[in-house]
């Protein structure tokens, strides 16, 4: 399976069991308004400023009653340690603090991987959805930590019924230079996967943007592979490259954006401040999808 587009992942969803986020601090007009959206997809229960959330919505979901924000994340972790939610949504909440719930030692979602973030894209001229990652958790990862995000983004496409996810790794050029670390990671991961120790996935890399994405460029520079015009996963070195990478696929090249974390025992909706309402939307189904 390869969804094409947000609204073939949203129809895949009318064919399973709704899933239930766990709102935390849901006294939000954008986040109410997405959940409205998707209603016939999602259910959930809402945490937060209870005066408020009904000044917001009539939506028939529980409401647990809780003003303080890190209280409300840990209420809202509890219910996805206790079944009673599938996912969590960030509402009117800094990221820093649902995040500092979620990592909890004690009380936590932990699984003893690292947490990453996955960025799936809807571009124009592009002929599916494709990942980015990791745009906005891990700064500067080592070739352990590239290696657990890579694993990241493969586990999420086979929980959405991906058989093999195709990964490039992302550099300035598609040939090692010791001057550019990013190329030796990228090797050596290529290396992994060629013997097997990165099972469920084809990965290939270093590859330039152009060669990676346009197989007209590719075949200009004479390069030739299944993942030319086809990448499923564009792994980039380091995080300010991602967010960069992001930022001009959706603002300048009109792309649509979704984006979780994962990683922990449930997927993490969330948006940054200046997102649309539409990518709120696509998170949230986005999510729903991951935790199959």
Do not use: W
Not at 24 to 32: K, S
């Amino acid at each position: 399976m390869v969804f094409h587009n947000f609204t073939e992942l949203r129809a895949s969803l009318g064919r399973q069991e709704k899933r239930t986020a766990a709102v935390v601090c849901a006294h939000d007009e954008t986040t109410l308004k997405a959940l409205e959206q998707c209603k016939d997809q999602v259910s959930a229960v809402l945490i937060g400023d209870e005066k408020k959330i009904r000044g917001l919505t009539d939506l028939p979901y529980e409401i647990i009653p809780e003003e303080d924000m890190l209280t409300a994340a840990r209420k809202g972790v509890g219910l996805v340690r206790e079944g009673k939610a599938d996912f969590l949504l960030k509402g009117k909440l800094d990221t820093s603090l649902i995040l500092k719930a979620v990592v909890d030692k004690e009380h936590g979602l932990r699984t003893g991987r690292l947490i990453s973030h996955l960025a799936f894209l809807e571009l124009p001229g592009y002929h599916k959805l494709v990942v980015l990652t990791d745009s906005g958790m891990v700064i500067r990862p080592d070739l352990e930590q590239k290696k657990e995000i890579l694993l990241n983004a493969v586990d999420t496409l086979h929980k959405m019924g991906y058989e093999e996810p195709k990964a490039g790794l992302l550099a300035a050029v598609e040939k090692v230079n010791p001057r550019m670390p990013e190329t030796l990671d990228a090797e050596e991961l290529t290396r992994l996967s060629r013997e097997g120790k990165l099972a469920g996935c084809y990965v290939e890399g270093p590859l330039s943007y152009d060669i990676l994405m346009s197989p007209e460029s590719a075949k200009k520079k004479g390069y030739e592979s299944r993942i030319v015009g086809d990448a499923d996963i564009l792994m980039v070195g380091d995080m300010a490259t991602g967010n960069i990478l992001g930022k001009a696929l959706t603002i300048t090249a009109k792309g649509k954006m979704a984006g979780i974390i994962v990683g922990a025992g449930a997927p993490v909706a969330l948006t940054s401040r200046g997102s649309k309402p539409e990518e709120k939307v696509n998170s949230i189904l986005l999510a729903a999808a991951g935790c199959r």
